[in-house]
Protein backbone atom coordinates (compact mmCIF):
# COMPACT_ATOMS: atom_id res chain seq x y z
CA UNK A 1 0.00 0.00 0.00
CA UNK A 2 1.05 3.50 0.40
CA UNK A 3 3.31 4.68 2.65
CA UNK A 4 6.03 6.85 3.87
CA UNK A 5 9.24 6.00 5.60
CA UNK A 6 11.42 8.57 7.56
CA UNK A 7 14.62 8.55 9.27
CA UNK A 8 14.38 7.60 13.28
CA UNK A 9 14.77 10.45 15.19
CA UNK A 10 15.64 11.72 17.54
CA UNK A 11 18.08 13.96 15.23
CA UNK A 12 20.35 16.49 18.00
CA UNK A 13 21.82 19.30 16.24
CA UNK A 14 23.89 23.12 17.50
CA UNK A 15 22.75 26.18 15.71
CA UNK A 16 24.29 26.68 12.33
CA UNK A 17 24.21 23.18 11.85
CA UNK A 18 23.32 21.22 8.74
CA UNK A 19 20.30 19.33 8.86
CA UNK A 20 19.14 16.70 6.46
CA UNK A 21 15.49 14.83 7.12
CA UNK A 22 15.24 11.54 4.79
CA UNK A 23 12.00 10.60 3.39
CA UNK A 24 10.96 8.22 0.91
CA UNK A 25 7.61 7.26 -0.42
CA UNK A 26 5.59 4.41 -2.15
CA UNK A 27 2.79 5.21 -3.91
CA UNK A 28 0.42 3.96 -6.85
CA UNK A 29 0.14 6.98 -9.10
CA UNK A 30 1.84 10.45 -8.67
CA UNK A 31 1.53 12.02 -5.25
CA UNK A 32 2.00 14.90 -4.21
CA UNK A 33 4.44 15.53 -1.16
CA UNK A 34 4.42 17.48 1.71
CA UNK A 35 6.74 18.37 5.24
CA UNK A 36 4.54 19.33 8.01
CA UNK A 37 5.93 20.52 11.54
CA UNK A 38 4.59 20.53 14.82
CA UNK A 39 5.84 22.56 17.51
CA UNK A 40 5.46 21.62 21.15
CA UNK A 41 1.77 22.14 22.25
CA UNK A 42 0.93 23.28 19.04
CA UNK A 43 -1.02 21.93 15.81
CA UNK A 44 0.50 20.66 12.83
CA UNK A 45 1.49 23.41 10.05
CA UNK A 46 2.65 22.96 6.58
CA UNK A 47 6.22 23.75 6.22
CA UNK A 48 6.55 22.86 2.35
CA UNK A 49 5.02 21.20 -0.57
CA UNK A 50 5.90 19.66 -3.85
CA UNK A 51 3.21 18.36 -5.96
CA UNK A 52 5.25 17.28 -9.40
CA UNK A 53 9.09 15.51 -10.01
CA UNK A 54 11.39 17.92 -10.14
CA UNK A 55 9.71 20.41 -8.01
CA UNK A 56 11.21 22.30 -5.14
CA UNK A 57 9.35 23.02 -1.89
CA UNK A 58 10.65 26.00 0.02
CA UNK A 59 9.88 27.94 3.11
CA UNK A 60 11.67 29.01 5.94
CA UNK A 61 14.62 28.38 5.15
CA UNK A 62 14.09 25.12 4.61
CA UNK A 63 13.91 22.97 0.99
CA UNK A 64 12.91 19.36 -0.06
CA UNK A 65 13.25 18.77 -4.03
CA UNK A 66 10.55 15.43 -5.54
CA UNK A 67 12.83 13.29 -6.66
CA UNK A 68 10.61 10.58 -8.35
CA UNK A 69 13.94 8.28 -9.43
CA UNK A 70 14.48 8.08 -6.00
CA UNK A 71 11.46 8.74 -4.47
CA UNK A 72 12.51 10.55 -1.91
CA UNK A 73 11.40 13.86 -0.72
CA UNK A 74 14.43 14.60 1.76
CA UNK A 75 14.11 17.82 4.12
CA UNK A 76 16.86 20.15 4.13
CA UNK A 77 18.28 23.36 5.96
CA UNK A 78 21.64 25.11 5.69
CA UNK A 79 21.73 26.67 9.31
CA UNK A 80 19.36 24.92 12.14
CA UNK A 81 18.32 27.67 14.77
CA UNK A 82 17.04 26.61 18.27
CA UNK A 83 13.33 27.56 17.47
CA UNK A 84 13.44 25.16 14.54
CA UNK A 85 12.96 22.35 17.31
CA UNK A 86 9.75 20.53 16.55
CA UNK A 87 8.63 17.37 15.18
CA UNK A 88 8.42 17.03 11.53
CA UNK A 89 6.53 14.80 9.11
CA UNK A 90 6.43 14.29 6.25
CA UNK A 91 3.35 13.33 4.20
CA UNK A 92 1.46 12.09 0.72
CA UNK A 93 -1.50 12.83 -0.73
CA UNK A 94 -3.15 10.74 -3.95
CA UNK A 95 -4.26 13.95 -5.55
CA UNK A 96 -7.74 11.46 -6.11
CA UNK A 97 -10.79 12.70 -5.00
CA UNK A 98 -11.45 10.88 -1.49
CA UNK A 99 -7.71 10.27 -0.77
CA UNK A 100 -6.33 12.34 2.41
CA UNK A 101 -2.60 12.76 3.91
CA UNK A 102 -0.52 9.63 4.62
CA UNK A 103 1.81 10.80 6.94
CA UNK A 104 5.30 8.85 8.22
CA UNK A 105 6.00 8.62 11.65
CA UNK A 106 7.83 11.87 12.09
CA UNK A 107 11.11 12.90 13.28
CA UNK A 108 11.83 15.02 16.03
CA UNK A 109 14.96 17.60 16.26
CA UNK A 110 16.22 19.37 18.93
CA UNK A 111 18.49 22.63 18.52
CA UNK A 112 20.97 23.41 21.38
CA UNK A 113 22.44 26.76 21.00
CA UNK B 1 -9.00 34.22 9.02
CA UNK B 2 -9.90 31.93 12.48
CA UNK B 3 -7.95 28.59 12.05
CA UNK B 4 -9.77 25.14 12.75
CA UNK B 5 -10.86 25.16 16.39
CA UNK B 6 -11.30 22.00 18.78
CA UNK B 7 -12.49 21.23 21.54
CA UNK B 8 -11.98 20.48 24.81
CA UNK B 9 -8.27 20.34 24.41
CA UNK B 10 -7.69 17.65 26.96
CA UNK B 11 -10.17 14.86 28.51
CA UNK B 12 -8.99 11.84 30.80
CA UNK B 13 -11.85 9.42 31.14
CA UNK B 14 -11.85 5.71 32.85
CA UNK B 15 -11.82 2.49 30.49
CA UNK B 16 -15.53 1.99 29.05
CA UNK B 17 -16.83 5.35 29.37
CA UNK B 18 -17.92 7.66 26.21
CA UNK B 19 -15.88 11.11 25.26
CA UNK B 20 -17.05 13.27 22.19
CA UNK B 21 -14.52 15.81 20.59
CA UNK B 22 -16.20 18.92 18.83
CA UNK B 23 -14.83 20.56 15.51
CA UNK B 24 -15.13 23.69 13.71
CA UNK B 25 -13.15 23.43 10.46
CA UNK B 26 -12.42 26.92 8.57
CA UNK B 27 -15.33 29.29 7.47
CA UNK B 28 -16.06 28.05 3.67
CA UNK B 29 -14.23 24.84 4.16
CA UNK B 30 -15.80 22.13 2.26
CA UNK B 31 -13.93 18.95 3.70
CA UNK B 32 -12.85 18.03 6.90
CA UNK B 33 -10.75 15.24 8.62
CA UNK B 34 -10.50 13.82 12.06
CA UNK B 35 -7.04 12.05 12.72
CA UNK B 36 -5.46 10.26 15.19
CA UNK B 37 -2.27 10.40 16.50
CA UNK B 38 -0.68 8.08 19.08
CA UNK B 39 2.56 9.16 20.68
CA UNK B 40 5.22 8.76 18.74
CA UNK B 41 3.58 7.74 15.50
CA UNK B 42 2.64 9.85 12.61
CA UNK B 43 -1.84 11.15 12.29
CA UNK B 44 -3.43 8.12 10.67
CA UNK B 45 -6.85 9.48 9.01
CA UNK B 46 -10.13 8.16 10.81
CA UNK B 47 -13.07 9.64 8.67
CA UNK B 48 -12.75 12.17 5.49
CA UNK B 49 -16.54 14.27 5.11
CA UNK B 50 -17.34 16.33 1.94
CA UNK B 51 -19.88 18.58 3.04
CA UNK B 52 -22.10 16.46 5.12
CA UNK B 53 -21.24 13.28 3.31
CA UNK B 54 -18.71 10.71 4.42
CA UNK B 55 -16.11 10.38 1.87
CA UNK B 56 -13.62 7.72 3.66
CA UNK B 57 -13.93 6.28 6.52
CA UNK B 58 -12.04 2.99 6.12
CA UNK B 59 -9.94 3.01 9.16
CA UNK B 60 -12.69 3.89 11.63
CA UNK B 61 -13.69 1.96 14.28
CA UNK B 62 -17.28 1.37 13.87
CA UNK B 63 -17.96 -0.92 16.58
CA UNK B 64 -16.76 2.01 19.17
CA UNK B 65 -15.83 5.00 16.87
CA UNK B 66 -18.84 7.65 15.15
CA UNK B 67 -18.36 10.81 13.31
CA UNK B 68 -21.20 13.35 12.40
CA UNK B 69 -21.20 16.67 10.44
CA UNK B 70 -24.72 17.31 10.03
CA UNK B 71 -25.13 20.23 8.39
CA UNK B 72 -21.76 20.43 6.65
CA UNK B 73 -20.40 22.44 9.39
CA UNK B 74 -18.90 21.82 12.35
CA UNK B 75 -18.76 18.13 13.53
CA UNK B 76 -18.65 15.50 16.31
CA UNK B 77 -16.41 12.40 16.96
CA UNK B 78 -17.84 10.15 19.27
CA UNK B 79 -15.98 7.16 21.55
CA UNK B 80 -18.00 4.78 23.00
CA UNK B 81 -16.86 2.85 24.82
CA UNK B 82 -13.20 3.83 25.29
CA UNK B 83 -10.60 1.75 25.65
CA UNK B 84 -6.85 2.24 26.99
CA UNK B 85 -5.35 1.77 23.11
CA UNK B 86 -7.68 5.37 22.63
CA UNK B 87 -5.49 7.37 24.47
CA UNK B 88 -4.15 9.90 21.92
CA UNK B 89 -4.69 13.12 19.76
CA UNK B 90 -7.14 13.93 18.21
CA UNK B 91 -6.92 15.80 14.93
CA UNK B 92 -9.35 17.59 13.07
CA UNK B 93 -8.22 19.06 9.79
CA UNK B 94 -10.44 21.46 6.73
CA UNK B 95 -9.65 22.21 3.30
CA UNK B 96 -11.20 24.27 0.98
CA UNK B 97 -11.87 21.00 -1.20
CA UNK B 98 -10.23 17.55 -2.16
CA UNK B 99 -6.69 18.51 -2.94
CA UNK B 100 -6.40 21.82 -1.49
CA UNK B 101 -3.55 22.39 1.34
CA UNK B 102 -4.99 21.07 4.57
CA UNK B 103 -5.02 23.11 8.24
CA UNK B 104 -4.99 21.35 11.12
CA UNK B 105 -6.69 22.63 14.57
CA UNK B 106 -4.34 22.07 17.90
CA UNK B 107 -5.64 18.18 18.85
CA UNK B 108 -7.83 16.86 21.34
CA UNK B 109 -5.58 15.12 23.76
CA UNK B 110 -7.39 11.79 24.99
CA UNK B 111 -5.93 9.62 27.64
CA UNK B 112 -7.97 7.03 28.87
CA UNK B 113 -7.04 5.13 32.63
Not at chain 2, 30 to 49: D, E, H, N, S, V
Request: glycine letters at 8%.
Amino acid sequence: GDSVTQMEGPVTLSEEAFLTINCTYTATGYPSLFWYVQYPGEGLQLLLKATKADDKGSNKGFEATYRKETTSFHLEKGSVQVSDSAVYFCALSLNQAGTALIFGKGTTLSVSS
Amino acid sequence: EAGVAQSPRYKIIEKRQSVAFWCNPISGHATLYWYQQILGQGPKLLIQFQNNGVVDDSQLPKDRFSAERLKGVDSTLKIQPAKLEDSAVYLCASSLDVGNTIYFGEGSWLTVV
